[in-house]
């Protein structure tokens, strides 16, 4: 007979379990490829930096929303696996401890070894991480604000990986961002449609409530298709990447005429998003070693 988990053991694996091991990776690699490829080097600032977005940045941003959506994550049939935990009020206060004590440090080291202006973006990302979910804020509840602010959680680590590299923003550098964050709002969008049913039967507030599944989609489609036109304005070879929202607009495209009682249906394109994320990196990473090898 297998004897129960310790108390200790149990907390670790809620507190992993919540932080989203499967996303960590897209919030760590923006921060340390922009800030490589704008020639900031390996140095301190790029270990202590890709250590907090990969892990303390993503215990903050899910942490904080396992805790203060936990009665409307028992009614999501989503939650509980690679999607999200539902996390008991056991480890509530533990989650908030740990988001608070893991990042700190880091913050407090990167604003030390920083400049203005990425001290200001580092704390522009915290303040999006918190607000989106925390009462009295629950930007997430805004429409057009919760996939705004989603984008941010995304985008501002590699932004502040540039402004911490002391870096210009060059016009190649800013457009690239803009796509970016025209891609983080397309897929906060798209993955808000599969709640619908569920968040208007708890009174919350989205995008997609807000435009009705269809339109919702629409609207992420189109979001893809102007990063990926933005995306040719980087020049060669940076306008290769714009290739690569080809297979998000094909994810979201069989789901154009989506009605509001069948959004459940767009469950399984989120599913594909989230390895398709993966396989998206990789490919950026491949196109980042050229550019740095042969120009």
């Known amino acids: 007979m297998t004897p129960d988990r310790s108390p200790f053991r149990e907390g670790l694996a809620n507190l ?7 996303s960590w990776i897209n919030t760590a690699y923006p921060f340390a490829a922009a800030y490589l490829m704008v020639g900031g080097g390996i140095t301190a600032e790029l270990i202590i930096g890709t250590l907090w977005f990969l892990i303390p ?4 941003m899910y942490g904080v929303n396992d805790v203060f959506d936990y009665e409307s994550d028992l009614r999501n049939p989503r939650k509980g696996g690679i999607e999200g935990v539902v996390l008991s009020t056991r480890w509530h ?8 004590l893991t990042n700190l440090p880091f913050i407090v080291a990167l604003i030390i ?12 990302s915290v303040f999006a991480v918190v607000a989106y979910s925390a009462k009295g804020l629950r ?24 402004a911490l590299a002391g870096a210009e923003f060059t016009a190649p550098i800013t457009i690239a961002l803009i796509a970016f964050f025209l891609w983080g709002m397309a897929s906060q969008a798209f993955g808000a449609v599969q709640d619908i049913q569920a968040d208007r039967e708890g009174g919350i507030a989205s995008i997609a409530t807000w435009l009705g599944a269809r339109w919702t989609v629409r609207a992420a489609a189109a979001a893809y298709l102007l990063a990926g036109l933005l995306l040719l304005g980087t020049g060669w070879p940076g306008a290769l990447s714009s290739l690569l929202v080809i297979p ?30 993966l396989l998206t990196g990789f490919l950026v990473t491949q196109l980042f070693i050229w550019i740095a090898l042969a120009f």
């Open 57 to 60: 940045y993503n215990l903050l």
């Open 93 to 100: 206060r533990l989650t908030l401890q740990a988001s608070v």
């Open 248 to 277: 998000y607009i094909a994810n979201v495209a069989p789901y154009l005429n989506l009605s509001d009682e069948e959004c459940e249906r767009a469950n399984a394109a989120w599913r594909c998003f989230i390895w398709l994320n």
């Open 113 to 124: 070894m920083g400049n203005a202006l990425s001290t200001v973006i580092l704390l522009i």
């Open 139 to 162: 930007f997430k509840e805004k429409p057009v604000l919760d996939s705004a602010t989603s984008a941010t959680h995304f985008v501002s680590p590699a932004v502040f990986g540039i």
């Open 16 to 22: 992993i379990g919540s932080s989203r091991p499967v």
